[in-house]
T-cell receptor
């Protein structure tokens, strides 16, 4: 089955700097890669996603890149703000399968230093 | 946007009690619902997947008689933790989606504490 690895496990950046979180996946059949932000005591919230037919996607300060050949995908947050502090999860799934389910990475705890 | 409502948000009960958690999709029809368990500072572990009107599919190692899942309508799924014990204490999160092409949206979780 699919295995998603995520690095780093913790990340501290100065406010205004950029943050990058990297993930790898193992199943070449995976074709959908969502990213979730989880704040303390809350459920994960979808912040951006990318499909395998796209190499990059951007939404304001957030961007995701995908390298299908290397099975790598990354989340980039620019101009970080205190409210960006949270745990971020990458994930992968195969949307061509009716039994599609999301497999999560281990999470990255992002702290923004004022 | 799509909203998934989970209730209750917090439960504290005695060992041996059965606890029911509800998950509702508020503005879309949830063909498929998922139940996850999350331990402190860890990732979400999928427990089971349920399609409306069908029996749930449980992940390996998850006891189906311990964690009863019902998905009787397109907007409601329930998870019942039967005869709960302290080791069942955890953060339980539900998720729902419409078609397989649509995003999966999560509830805000239920923190279950068994004394």
């Amino acid at each position: 089955g699919e295995n998603v690895e995520q690095h780093p496990s913790t990340l501290s950046v100065q406010e205004g700097d950029s943050a990058v979180i990297k993930c790898t996946y193992s199943d070449s059949a995976s074709n959908y890669f969502p990213w979730y932000k989880q704040e303390l005591g809350k459920g994960p919230q979808l912040i951006i996603d990318i499909r395998s037919n796209v190499g990059e996607k951007k939404d304001q300060r957030i961007a995701v890149t995908l390298n299908k050949t290397a099975k790598h995908f990354s989340l980039h947050i620019t101009e970080t703000q205190p409210e960006d502090s949270a745990v971020y999860f990458c994930a992968a799934s195969n949307r061509d399968s009716s039994a599609s389910k999301i497999i999560f990475g281990s999470g990255t705890r992002l702290s923004i230093r004022p | 946007g799509a909203v998934v409502s989970q209730h209750p948000s917090r439960v504290i009960c005695k060992s041996g009690t059965s606890v029911k958690i509800e998950c509702r999709s508020l503005d879309f029809q949830a063909t498929t619902m998922f139940w996850y368990r999350q331990f402190p500072k860890q990732s979400l572990m999928l427990m089971a997947t349920s399609n409306e009107g069908s029996k749930a599919t449980y992940e390996q190692g998850v006891e189906k008689d311990k964690f009863l899942i019902n998905h009787a309508s397109l907007t409601l799924s329930t998870l019942t933790v039967t005869s709960a014990h302290p080791e069942d204490s955890s953060f339980y999160i539900c998720s729902a989606r419409g078609t397989v092409e649509q995003p999966q949206h999560f509830g805000d979780g239920t923190r279950l504490s068994i004394l």
